[in-house]
């Protein structure tokens, strides 16, 4: 019998134990690695400074509006509110048109118009030079806009037979001749292939000081009458003021305010450099020029109405920009702010402080510290505070 062996099964394959693989270890000090972009359900964040933009300008119209109204109620003659709106409708008594229509009204108006003319003057050189600092003030062009308005009041009307025909241009021509002449020197003084804000700035303090000094001689040269009046119209006063006075402030700001809004968009591109705006298409002299000639216009036509009104300029721009978050000091918003502030500070010191005071006494109280904040806060920099 015979037997058949069977084969042996081949031996089982031992596999090679599986060790489990570990994540390595995030090190902290590594940088991630980017992730892509979450959808936001929030807004774009310049459709949220445009929207800020709108409503405080809207704020700031109807304050303004409202500041008017309550500088029309401040006097020795007490009215309300709601009578000042039956005048201007025209339901008032004949005295109380007198009154508010022929006295009060061309003084509000003119604080208005002054106070819109200087802030949004401040804001085209603050925007032009990109400092804060450059404003008509230090700029030495409020300064030659009243030697102007000085020669017109101490010459003109004085004891100079050569200088007597300065008196039939006016105190507004003449604050506009001024006006120029000084702007025309500290800039061409300022331009070295460009205009440096620091070296500006510099400059512009000495003509202003220069100017001065002009002003004061010819201040004390006058007449004892034209000294005085001249003395008092220099540190920005209201008083007195009259329709054929507003009328001019009125008419310039009309024609420059919408002069100004087409530069607008080439201001904002200058911001970036002479070189880049260039290269964007900006005409860059071209852009200087109708830039501070409608800065002039409005600060010879502000400063002819009421006086150099100290710090307005100034002030306006920066609390503008503080209000509405934006880049750099907004235009017509800066212009109601200026508005708000000379209206505000007018009535105020016929209806609250004892004895009236000239406004350009509470503008000065208000702008001189906040420009000694401003240094401070900014003294580790010298150019484009």
């Known amino acids: 019998m015979s037997t058949t062996r069977r084969a042996a099964p081949p031996p089982a394959q031992t596999l090679p134990p599986v060790t489990p693989k570990l994540a390595p270890r995030s090190n902290p000090m590594q940088p991630k690695p980017p992730q892509p972009p979450r959808a936001s359900l929030k807004p774009p964040r310049s459709a949220d400074?445009?929207?800020?933009?709108?409503?405080?300008?809207?704020?700031?119209?109807?304050?303004?509006?409202?500041?008017?109204?309550?500088?029309?109620?401040?006097?020795?003659?007490?009215?309300?509110?709601?009578?000042?709106?039956?005048?201007?409708?025209?339901?008032?008594?004949?005295?109380?048109?007198?009154?508010?229509?022929?006295?009060?009204?061309?003084?509000v108006v003119a604080g208005l118009a002054v106070g819109a003319s200087l802030g949004l003057a401040g804001t085209l050189t603050q925007t032009f030079a990109r400092n804060p600092l450059a404003t008509p003030d230090i700029l030495g062009v409020t300064s030659g806009a009243a030697l102007g308005a000085v020669a017109a009041i101490c010459l003109g009307g004085g004891g100079?037979?050569?200088?007597?025909?300065?008196?039939?241009?006016?105190?507004?021509?003449?604050?506009?001749?001024?006006?120029?002449?000084?702007?025309?020197?500290?800039?061409?003084?300022?331009?070295?292939?460009?205009?440096?804000?620091?070296?500006?700035?510099?400059i512009g303090i000495g003509a202003t000081a220069t100017l001065s000094g002009i002003t004061s001689y010819l201040i004390a040269q006058a007449k004892i009458t034209d000294a005085q009046a001249a003395a008092v119209w220099l540190v920005g006063n209201l008083s007195g003021v009259s329709w054929s006075s507003v009328w001019p402030v009125v008419v310039v700001l009309a024609v420059v305010a919408p002069v100004a809004a087409s530069q607008s968009r080439d201001l904002a591109v200058s911001q970036l450099g002479d070189d880049l705006a260039v290269s964007l298409g900006v005409a860059m002299q071209r852009h200087r020029m109708i830039v501070i000639g409608c800065a002039v216009a409005l600060t010879a036509a502000a400063v002819s109405a009421s006086g150099p009104v100290e710090f307005v300029a100034f002030v306006s721009p920066q609390i503008a920009l503080r209000l509405t978050g934006a880049a750099r000091p907004p235009l017509f918003t800066s212009a109601l702010a200026g508005?708000?502030?000379?209206?505000?500070?007018?009535?105020?010191?016929?209806?609250?402080?004892?004895?009236?005071?000239?406004v350009g006494l509470i503008t000065a109280m208000i702008g001189a510290p906040y420009l000694i904040w401003l240094l401070i806060r900014h003294r580790g920099g010298t150019d484009g505070l």
């Open 49 to 107: 400074r445009t929207r800020r933009h709108r409503l405080t300008t809207g704020i700031c119209l109807v304050a303004a509006l409202g500041v008017g109204l309550v500088a029309m109620t401040a006097g020795s003659a007490d009215y309300t509110i709601l009578e000042v709106i039956q005048v201007l409708a025209g339901r008032g008594t004949p005295a109380q048109e007198l009154i508010l229509l022929d006295f009060r009204a061309p003084r």
């Open 160 to 202: 100079y037979a050569v200088a007597a025909p300065l008196l039939a241009l006016g105190i507004p021509t003449m604050s506009t001749v001024g006006a120029v002449c000084s702007a025309t020197v500290v800039y061409g003084l300022a331009w070295r292939g460009g205009i440096n804000s620091y070296r500006l700035i510099l």
């Open 339 to 358: 508005a708000i502030l000379v209206a505000g500070a007018d009535s105020l010191v016929r209806g609250v402080l004892p004895g009236e005071r000239p």
